[in-house]
């Protein structure tokens, strides 16, 4: 009893906004993200709970196709395009949740 007291929230994906280039994830505790690399996806890994949402993203006027996939534990992020992308993402906190902005560009 005591040790579920003292351990922390687990992480759950509540939303996803798209913004520009860009994906607003929004979650209820400070995110911890593995980015993996492969040929022209973005793959970003998180040890979190969350339904899957999917969608699409315009980079530089092209579309984008996202989904978050369960595997095993995590959820994963999958950018795919016709071209390579590159991702650049930051955490932030605002009131009380945590956005995790994930910008997208082409190689």
């Known amino acids: 009893m005591i040790g579920r007291?003292?351990?922390p929230d687990p992480l759950?994906?509540?939303r996803v906004d798209v913004v520009d280039q860009s994906l607003h994830l929004?979650?209820?505790v400070e995110p911890s993200v593995l980015e993996e690399h492969a040929t022209g996806v973005v793959n970003l890994r998180f040890q979190s709970f969350g339904r899957q949402f999917k969608g699409q993203v315009s980079v530089n006027?092209?579309?984008a196709n996202w989904r978050f996939e369960r595997?095993?534990?995590d959820l994963v992020l999958r950018?795919?395009?016709a071209r390579p992308l590159r991702s650049v993402w930051h955490a932030e906190q605002v009131d009380?949740?945590?956005?995790?902005?994930v910008s997208?560009?082409?190689q």
């Open 79 to 81: 950018v795919v395009a």
């Open 96 to 101: 009380g949740d945590w956005r995790l902005v």
């Open 71 to 73: 595997e095993r534990r």
């Open 5 to 7: 007291a003292l351990q």
């Open 61 to 63: 006027g092209r579309q």
């Open 12 to 14: 759950w994906l509540e």
């Open 26 to 28: 929004w979650f209820n």
């Open 104 to 106: 997208l560009s082409e």
